[in-house]
């Protein structure tokens, strides 16, 4: 097979793979999505047990259990996950199709899209996600293959295009420059995207380019696993990272709705404390410890800084950085009185502190942590430690 043969057989495969990734990633999105409704249905039923005695043997757990051929811990289950379940203000969006260079011109000429209203291609897929106004839970491959480069925006919904960019001269902005040409874009127009790594269009003009991408953060937003909210491990670099979302995503929650509410912070101060945290080994990735968890709404960021050496150093001095980084510091208590200030006398150490304006754990507690082994907590406000 010659090479450019084999070079169309790995594009033709490669688009294979994605498409059939897309498809798992819809139906466990529809999965999620029918379990939640099962458990609210689950719920609604014993409700109605509880408002008429009469009843009750026809709602209770076990009887319930039976119907649906479960235990009744596991009807219990369903039930308190519907009664404290934050709803998704996105999670009945559908998800957006992103597809080939080819496919997404006979999508748009087939009316499908509707009015094309504009154009956003990027060299940086955070300016994708952050621009857009889109809720991320949208985009199929979110923390698998990041997000497409290039949005194309209707009357009647968005698709996203692959192996589109912007911002050099290479093959990615001409795959975007020969689509543009093929949707009536002209010539002067849909050139800008070269020199431009962030770019919104229409056919009549340029609305916004800029030579720069918008934002430092990187990509590596995830859904968690259970779906409800979304994940960015940061390995790298942490407090120059950290600092970067807090500055360009943290502190505007109304520009980014779901990353608004109370900031808060779990840090773990050991590495079996933070076990539940840890990801299976990968020879290109390394093997990090995540120390770390900060969160504003359905956003955490989750740091690999390195916990404490000496047990008097309650907390690393990379960890500290970090803290700082998210505006997180405590006023007034330098990291070698932390201990004091947050654990009694004669107290053994907690597992990990938790730090917040509310006093308040984290709202999405990451999977194996165990919610009853409750450490101290300090609120920034008033540093004054407090009991479990």
């Not at 956003?120 to 497409?148: C, K, M, R, T």
Request: glycine share 8%; net charge negative; with cysteine.
């Amino acid at each position: 097979m010659d090479h450019f043969k084999l070079r169309a057989a790995i594009q033709q495969h490669r688009a294979e793979m994605h498409a059939r990734h897309r498809r798992i990633a819809l139906i466990a999105r529809q999965l999620r999505e029918a379990e939640a409704d099962r458990d609210r249905a689950v719920a609604r039923f014993v409700a109605l047990g509880e408002e008429h005695q009469g009843i009750r043997h026809e709602t209770g757990l076990r009887a319930i259990g039976r119907e649906l051929g479960v235990t009744h811990r596991a009807v219990t289950g369903m039930v308190e996950r519907a009664r404290t379940r934050t709803p998704h203000q996105a999670a009945d969006a559908p998800l957006i199709p992103v597809l080939a260079a080819e496919e997404a011109r006979a999508y748009v000429e087939s009316g499908a899209l509707g009015e094309l209203i504009r154009v956003q291609v990027a060299f940086n897929p955070a300016d994708i996600i952050l621009e857009s106004g889109l809720d991320p839970s949208v985009y199929p491959d979110l923390g698998h293959h990041d997000v497409p480069n290039m949005l194309i925006h209707g009357d009647d919904g968005v698709i996203g295009v692959e192996e589109c960019l912007s911002g050099y001269g290479g093959t990615g902005p001409s795959n975007t420059v020969r689509l543009l040409k093929e949707l009536g874009f002209p010539e002067d127009i849909r050139r800008e995207v070269y020199p431009h790594r962030y770019i919104e269009l229409t056919p009549s003009g340029v609305i916004r380019a800029s030579k720069e991408s918008l934002h430092s953060v990187g990509g590596g937003l995830a859904p968690s696993p259970d779906g409800r909210h979304f994940i960015v491990r940061v390995r790298e670099d942490m407090p120059r990272a950290v600092a970067d979302w807090t500055t360009e995503v943290l502190a505007e929650p109304d520009k980014y709705p779901w990353a608004a509410g109370p900031r808060r912070a779990r840090v773990y101060l050991d590495r079996a404390a933070a076990a539940p945290l840890q990801e299976p080994y990968q020879i290109w990735r390394g093997n990090h410890t995540f120390t770390i968890v900060i969160e504003q709404g359905q956003l955490q960021l989750w740091v690999a800084a390195y916990p404490p050496f000496r047990f008097n150093d309650i907390l690393s001095r990379e960890q500290l950085l970090v803290l700082e980084a998210a505006d997180l510091r405590p006023a007034d208590v330098e990291p070698r009185t932390w201990l004091d200030r947050f654990i009694p006398a004669r107290r053994e150490r907690p597992p990990y502190l938790v730090i917040s304006e509310d006093g308040q754990d984290l709202a999405h507690l990451p999977e194996g942590a165990d919610p009853a082994r409750s450490p101290a907590t300090e609120s920034r406000r008033t540093a004054e430690p407090e009991e479990d």
